[in-house]
Protein backbone atom coordinates (compact mmCIF):
# COMPACT_ATOMS: atom_id res chain seq x y z
CA UNK A 1 0.00 0.00 0.00
CA UNK A 2 1.32 3.97 -1.06
CA UNK A 3 2.39 5.39 2.26
CA UNK A 4 0.47 8.49 3.74
CA UNK A 5 1.09 11.74 2.39
CA UNK A 6 2.44 14.35 5.67
CA UNK A 7 3.50 17.04 3.48
CA UNK A 8 1.20 20.33 3.44
CA UNK A 9 2.13 20.79 -0.18
CA UNK A 10 -0.65 18.72 -1.90
CA UNK A 11 -3.06 20.76 0.39
CA UNK A 12 -5.24 23.36 -2.34
CA UNK A 13 -5.43 26.92 -0.96
CA UNK A 14 -6.95 28.30 1.11
CA UNK A 15 -6.99 25.18 2.88
CA UNK A 16 -3.43 24.76 2.99
CA UNK A 17 -3.19 27.71 4.63
CA UNK A 18 -5.73 27.55 6.80
CA UNK A 19 -3.71 24.00 7.98
CA UNK A 20 -0.81 25.63 8.57
CA UNK A 21 -2.46 27.84 10.68
CA UNK A 22 -3.81 25.05 12.81
CA UNK A 23 -0.21 24.14 13.03
CA UNK A 24 0.96 26.67 14.41
CA UNK A 25 -2.20 27.05 17.09
CA UNK A 26 -1.47 23.30 18.26
CA UNK A 27 2.55 23.94 18.35
CA UNK A 28 1.37 27.07 20.34
CA UNK A 29 -0.10 25.17 23.11
CA UNK A 30 2.17 22.32 22.18
CA UNK A 31 -0.82 20.12 21.70
CA UNK A 32 0.22 16.19 21.55
CA UNK A 33 -1.05 15.95 18.08
CA UNK A 34 0.99 15.53 14.56
CA UNK A 35 0.09 15.30 10.65
CA UNK A 36 -0.47 11.71 9.93
CA UNK A 37 -1.51 12.52 6.07
CA UNK A 38 -2.89 15.40 3.62
CA UNK A 39 -3.13 14.49 0.19
CA UNK A 40 -4.53 10.91 -0.92
CA UNK A 41 -4.08 10.12 -4.49
CA UNK A 42 -6.61 7.52 -5.91
CA UNK A 43 -4.43 4.49 -5.56
CA UNK A 44 -4.07 4.79 -1.60
CA UNK A 45 -7.58 5.38 -1.37
CA UNK A 46 -8.89 2.28 -3.19
CA UNK A 47 -6.92 0.48 -1.00
CA UNK A 48 -8.01 1.93 2.20
CA UNK A 49 -11.77 1.41 0.78
CA UNK A 50 -10.98 -2.62 -0.01
CA UNK A 51 -9.06 -2.81 3.57
CA UNK A 52 -11.86 -1.07 5.08
CA UNK A 53 -10.43 1.78 6.71
CA UNK A 54 -12.18 3.96 4.79
CA UNK A 55 -16.07 4.61 3.42
CA UNK A 56 -14.69 6.17 0.58
CA UNK A 57 -13.16 4.91 -2.89
CA UNK A 58 -11.09 7.52 -5.37
CA UNK A 59 -12.57 10.58 -5.78
CA UNK A 60 -14.98 10.46 -3.14
CA UNK A 61 -12.75 11.81 -0.24
CA UNK A 62 -11.78 15.53 0.47
CA UNK A 63 -8.38 13.88 1.09
CA UNK A 64 -8.01 13.03 -3.03
CA UNK A 65 -8.58 17.04 -3.56
CA UNK A 66 -6.39 18.16 -1.03
CA UNK A 67 -9.09 19.47 1.44
CA UNK A 68 -8.39 16.90 4.44
CA UNK A 69 -5.68 16.46 7.00
CA UNK A 70 -5.44 13.66 9.19
CA UNK A 71 -3.96 14.32 12.70
CA UNK A 72 -2.72 12.05 15.43
CA UNK A 73 -1.52 11.40 18.69
CA UNK A 74 2.41 11.81 19.37
CA UNK A 75 3.06 8.69 21.20
CA UNK A 76 6.20 10.88 22.60
CA UNK A 77 4.38 13.59 23.65
CA UNK A 78 0.85 11.39 25.44
CA UNK A 79 0.75 8.82 26.92
CA UNK A 80 -1.47 6.14 25.29
CA UNK A 81 -2.40 2.31 25.72
CA UNK A 82 -0.96 -0.26 23.60
CA UNK A 83 -1.95 -2.47 20.87
CA UNK A 84 -1.46 -5.66 19.79
CA UNK A 85 -0.86 -5.67 15.70
CA UNK A 86 -1.53 -8.16 14.13
CA UNK A 87 -3.57 -9.53 16.91
CA UNK A 88 -1.93 -12.60 18.66
CA UNK A 89 1.22 -12.03 17.44
CA UNK A 90 2.58 -10.54 20.84
CA UNK A 91 3.56 -7.25 18.79
CA UNK A 92 3.00 -4.20 20.57
CA UNK A 93 2.96 -0.73 19.50
CA UNK A 94 1.79 2.32 21.05
CA UNK A 95 -2.00 3.69 19.57
CA UNK A 96 -1.24 6.93 17.66
CA UNK A 97 -5.33 6.23 17.08
CA UNK A 98 -6.24 6.11 21.01
CA UNK A 99 -9.70 7.68 21.42
CA UNK A 100 -10.13 6.32 24.65
CA UNK A 101 -7.66 7.06 27.10
CA UNK A 102 -8.43 10.82 28.96
CA UNK A 103 -5.27 12.35 27.64
CA UNK A 104 -6.22 10.97 24.01
CA UNK A 105 -9.77 12.18 24.31
CA UNK A 106 -8.26 15.52 25.73
CA UNK A 107 -5.85 16.15 22.68
CA UNK A 108 -8.79 15.37 19.94
CA UNK A 109 -11.13 16.97 21.53
CA UNK A 110 -8.94 20.57 21.90
CA UNK A 111 -7.90 19.58 17.90
CA UNK A 112 -11.89 19.64 17.22
CA UNK A 113 -12.32 22.94 18.97
CA UNK A 114 -9.31 24.97 17.41
CA UNK A 115 -9.92 23.13 14.00
CA UNK A 116 -13.74 24.60 14.09
CA UNK A 117 -12.70 28.24 15.82
CA UNK A 118 -10.62 28.81 12.66
CA UNK A 119 -13.68 27.59 10.54
CA UNK A 120 -12.75 24.00 9.53
CA UNK A 121 -14.80 20.63 9.89
CA UNK A 122 -13.94 18.59 12.36
CA UNK A 123 -14.96 14.53 12.17
CA UNK A 124 -15.31 14.42 15.90
CA UNK A 125 -18.35 16.25 15.33
CA UNK A 126 -19.67 13.70 12.73
CA UNK A 127 -22.36 10.41 13.64
CA UNK A 128 -19.41 8.22 12.65
CA UNK A 129 -16.80 9.73 14.91
CA UNK A 130 -13.35 10.61 12.96
CA UNK A 131 -11.47 11.95 15.59
CA UNK A 132 -8.47 12.80 13.87
CA UNK A 133 -9.97 14.13 10.64
CA UNK A 134 -10.21 17.64 9.75
CA UNK A 135 -11.50 19.19 6.15
CA UNK A 136 -12.87 22.04 4.73
CA UNK A 137 -16.47 23.06 5.11
CA UNK A 138 -18.67 21.90 2.18
CA UNK A 139 -15.46 21.10 0.44
CA UNK A 140 -16.99 19.79 -2.74
CA UNK A 141 -17.62 23.29 -3.53
CA UNK A 142 -13.91 23.70 -3.75
CA UNK A 143 -12.74 20.92 -5.74
Known amino acids: MVAPRKDLEGLKPPFRHAIQWLIFLIDKEELPVIVFETYRGPTRQNALKDSGSSKAGAAQSPHNFGLACDFVLDVKRCPVRTREWPEGSGNFYKDAWDYD????????RRLGELAKSIGLEWGGDWTFKDYPHVQMPAWREHI
Open 101 to 108: SAEGKAAY
